[in-house]
């Protein structure tokens, strides 16, 4: 075939250099059978984008006058997109803390681009750490056609709720200036606050029986699930078990709940490792007397008869008193705390504090103290155990209250063998004198150092802190003591230690004349943290009065489930109650 002359272009093209075949172009007059050649044309676009074109070629077939066309569509310099690699980090965000947030930018043109100076933000954005790409960013200055790079912006809300705003990042393309904008709508929350899309707008309330019913004690099982214990109808004790979904869970006793006996309360839950659950509290037996008791549930929440008689360990003797607290040991050991008043034959004995070891099968340990049982007492001075922990190497932290200047808090240490560790504070006891009156310890945790931190009943929100050998760590917050006011008579009932050594507790304080729930943060040195609540902590009314905290755990993602009890209706009666709270 022979070309012929009068090639048409539609678009920006022309033959490159202006004829045929076009510079660098290597076709001739004359293409034989089965041949090829190059033309080569130039594409000289007159603004940035996508734009489309045709080309014609005339040629003579050796027997008549011919073309043949090609249309194709094309994009001039290089054209740069914007998105946010994640959606969901721009959802319930941290008010007044800088939130990094990953914006992926590709290059989508045919030529490489050059970022510019310059870049502008409307609303809480700027680059996360100070500079271009931001902290964590992988741009560079250049960006090569068919390219990828992420930018990291940091979002710093200064206010819970939605808001909106935008990034523009300038560009050069190649021929001219040029910039990318992404219009981003996103929301905020205060840590703190309740995290409304828990149940119902924070909280999830549950009436069991027709009086008063409440939660004393709370734990998470591997599986996210909800393990609760309290009281039920205000005689009996109650084991609970709620789904993720909060909702009760009917794989537990069908129903999601178990009453146990006629007339008691559950104080203590512990998890073993195989899934079993372990609850401690009290029976009323005669009149005020009762017995402490230890049930151990399997995880479909029928007893475990296998544990001691028919799934329960109670104690030989009348109390006054109930266990508080329970841990398993590495070993499968089960050790509780109880405070009691018991009765003998001898008439009654004030103020005895029990530590008492179990077996797994439930039977008492006789290498612990005497036949199992360590007991103290305390004489008619009184005095609680009410929070034990187990530490790493064996030795047991007990919580709670003794005499000294009043009732003060109290925290005691014993060797694995039920002997007082005279290396704690020289006799195993230290106390610590907290306000005017009496007072006592009602939660405590251990920290990674081996410290203590302690909260309880005061007349303030009141956190202390032991060194690991007992004495008040007087570098935390106020020598040794943080001390909280919230307008009224206080008591902090529960306490956690979250992952980045902050420590979060709860319990009731007073807002508008009304009791309610107290959740409170701290720094690990004690000071208050500013970033949780208004000023550090949250005083949330949920029911119409008499709003109680009294448990705490943290899910997985670190939000905060409290666990107590709120009067909804008019009258005395209180319904157990979780709300969450955002970290």
């Known amino acids: 075939l022979q070309f ?23 076709c001739e007059r004359v293409l034989p059978r089965g041949g090829q050649c190059t033309l080569v044309l130039g594409m000289s676009p007159t603004e940035v984008g996508t734009y489309s074109g045709s080309v014609t070629v005339p040629y003579y077939d050796g027997y008549a006058a011919r073309s043949t066309s090609l249309d194709f569509s094309a994009s001039s310099g290089g054209v740069l997109t914007i998105a946010v690699a994640n959606s969901s980090e721009l959802e319930n965000r941290y008010a007044f803390l800088e939130n990094p947030v990953a914006f992926t930018v590709s290059n989508v043109g045919h030529r490489r681009i050059q970022f510019s100076g310059g870049t502008t933000f409307m609303g809480p954005f700027a680059y996360y750490g100070g500079s271009f790409p931001g902290t964590g960013g992988t741009c560079d200055q250049v960006l090569t056609k068919g390219s990828q790079c992420t930018l990291v912006l940091g979002m710093s809300p200064t206010e819970a709720g939605a808001f909106s705003g935008s990034v523009t990042v300038p560009y050069h393309d190649g021929y001219h200036a040029q910039s990318v904008s992404l219009e981003v709508s996103a929301s905020s929350v205060i840590a703190g606050m309740l995290d409304t899309s828990f149940a119902s707008l924070g909280n999830l309330v549950t009436r069991i029986g027709n009086t008063t019913d409440l939660i004393n004690a709370m734990v998470l099982q591997t599986d996210g699930k909800i393990v609760v214990t309290g009281t039920h109808s205000n005689i009996r004790m109650i084991v609970a078990r709620y789904t993720t979904d909060a909702e009760l869970d009917t794989s537990f006793r069908t129903t999601g709940s178990a009453a146990l006996g006629t007339s008691g309360t559950g104080y203590a839950l512990a998890l073993q490792t195989d899934g079993d659950i372990l609850v ?59 405070s009691s008043d018991p009765f003998t034959s001898l008439g009654e004995i004030d103020g005895s504090l029990v530590l008492l070891r179990l077996d797994s099968t439930g039977a008492f340990d006789t290498s612990f103290a005497s036949d199992g049982h360590h007991a103290v007492n305390t004489g008619t001075d009184g005095g609680t155990y009410r929070s034990l922990i187990v530490q790493p190497d064996g030795k047991l932290l007990v919580g709670g209250s003794a005499m000294g200047t009043n009732l003060d808090f109290a925290v005691f240490r014993w060797e694995n063998d039920g002997s007082a560790d005279t290396s704690f504070f020289t006799t195993g006891r ?105 000023g550090g902590i949250t005083l949330a009314a949920i029911g119409i009065q008499t709003d109680a905290a009294r448990a705490i755990a943290f899910q997985p993602d670190g939000k905060i489930l409290v666990g107590g009890s709120v009067r909804i209706n008019g009258t005395t009666d209180t319904d157990m109650i979780i709300a969450r709270f955002w970290r």
């Open 430 to 534: 230290s106390l610590a004198s907290v306000g005017t009156g009496n007072a006592g310890v009602l939660a405590m945790k251990r920290q990674p150092d081996g410290g203590i931190v302690v909260a309880g009943q005061d007349q303030n929100f009141t956190l202390v802190r032991y060194e690991s050998d007992g004495r008040v760590d007087t570098e935390f917050a106020t020598s040794g003591f943080a001390t909280t006011t919230t307008f009224g008579i206080n008591r902090l009932a529960a306490l956690d230690l979250q992952t980045d050594g902050k420590l979060v507790a709860a319990g009731t304080g007073r807002l508008n004349g009304k009791t309610v729930f107290g959740i409170a943060r701290y720094e690990g040195n004690g000071s208050i943290d500013t970033f949780f609540g208004p």
């Open 4 to 26: 012929s002359d009068g090639a048409t272009f539609t678009g920006p093209f022309a033959y490159y250099g202006g004829s045929f075949p076009g510079a660098g172009g290597t």
């Open 280 to 338: 401690g509290g009290l029976e009323v037996m005669l009149g005020t007397l009762t017995r402490y008791s230890v049930f151990r549930f399997k995880g479909t929440g029928e007893l475990d008869t296998s544990f001691a008689t028919g799934g329960v360990r109670r104690s030989s003797v009348l109390f006054t008193g109930g266990t508080y607290s329970i841990a398993v040991q590495t070993d499968g050991f089960i050790v509780t705390a109880s």
